[in-house]
Nanobody, 124 residues
């Protein structure tokens, strides 16, 4: 079992940047594919990005492609989401999640462990 804690959220102006971190404890992060999801008020949770266990492959939602970058440092047991050129529509609670089979899915129901979320608010 792994515990996940997100950090790095906050309030930023449109066009700005934030870097989210997802720190893992309990088991080594390298055992999991890692995903980022977000949920805006009154909307369903949506996929943002995913990275394979060794970081060799990534995949992004079309809405963030070219602006967001997912990465991981297995030695530090931490995954990251670098968010650039933020837009008001990126405002949401962002969650990291771990998937134990390692096939890097995009559906939230395929993930085994979740963090508590961190709020990102982008002002116009």
């Amino acid at each position: 079992q792994v515990q996940l804690v997100e950090s790095g959220g906050g309030l930023v102006q449109a066009g700005g940047s934030l870097r989210l971190s997802c720190a893992a404890s309990g088991r080594t992060l390298s055992a999991y594919a890692m995903g980022w999801f977000r949920q805006a008020p009154e909307k369903q949770r949506e996929f943002v990005a995913v990275i394979t266990r060794n970081g060799g492959s990534t995949f992004y939602a079309n809405s963030v492609k070219g602006r967001f970058t997912i990465s991981r440092d297995n030695a530090k047991n931490t995954a990251y989401l670098q968010m650039n050129n933020l837009k008001p529509e990126d405002t949401a609670v962002y969650y990291c999640a771990a998937e134990s089979l390692g096939y890097a899915p995009t559906r939230s129901r395929d993930y085994d462990y979740w963090g508590q979320g961190t709020q990102v608010t982008v002002s116009s």
